[in-house]
């Protein structure tokens, strides 16, 4: 979907200060993450809990963050540069990261399920020139796919706050 004109609008930016600062962000990210899911309850190891997963998943990211920034210092010297997107790439990116944003803070009121309907559809919408309906059904089928997966297969219940 990128066009000719769409990659001649691309900027360079220095890669080195461009991954530290996605290091900086993640590590913010992973650290309020792993805070928020230190307050439910671990469990044990033979009965984990609720909390067991999302701690060691944000001790990763946190683990994961430090790196990038440590590597991204080392080769700070290096002069190298990556081309950021702009135009219509940008406008999608942006999309993306604000429908993920929405459906973060979004999800006490309206519940997993229908948060992930939302998004799984408005991001189809977001990326193709799909009609809405199919739109729709796509992401419809995709969070149903993903409640089977984690409550049936896996037997880990999603957390079914607000609406649905």
């Known amino acids: 979907m990128t066009t000719a004109h769409e990659t001649q609008e691309a900027r360079e930016v220095s ?9 900086l962000l993640g590590l913010a990210a992973f650290c309020y993450y792993t805070w928020d899911a230190g307050s439910m309850p671990v469990g044990q190891m033979a009965m984990p809990g609720p909390g067991f997963f999302p701690l060691l998943i944000g001790a990763f990211g946190v683990l994961s963050s430090i790196i990038v920034i440590v590597d991204a210092l080392f080769k700070l010297r290096q002069e190298t540069t990556v081309l950021i997107p702009s135009g219509g790439t940008a406008r999608r990116l942006g999309g993306l990261i604000l ?26 919408k977001l990326l193709s020139s799909h009609a809405w309906w199919r739109c729709v059904v796509y992401g419809t089928t995709m969070a149903v796919v993903c409640v089977f997966l984690f409550d049936t297969l896996l037997n880990v219940s999603l957390p079914g706050f607000g609406l649905w």
């Open 15 to 23: 890669e080195g200060g461009l991954r530290i600062a996605v290091g």
């Open 99 to 124: 429908l993920l944003t929405l459906f973060v803070l979004a999800i006490d009121v309206i519940g997993t399920y229908l948060g992930s309907i939302l998004f799984c559809s408005l991001s189809i």
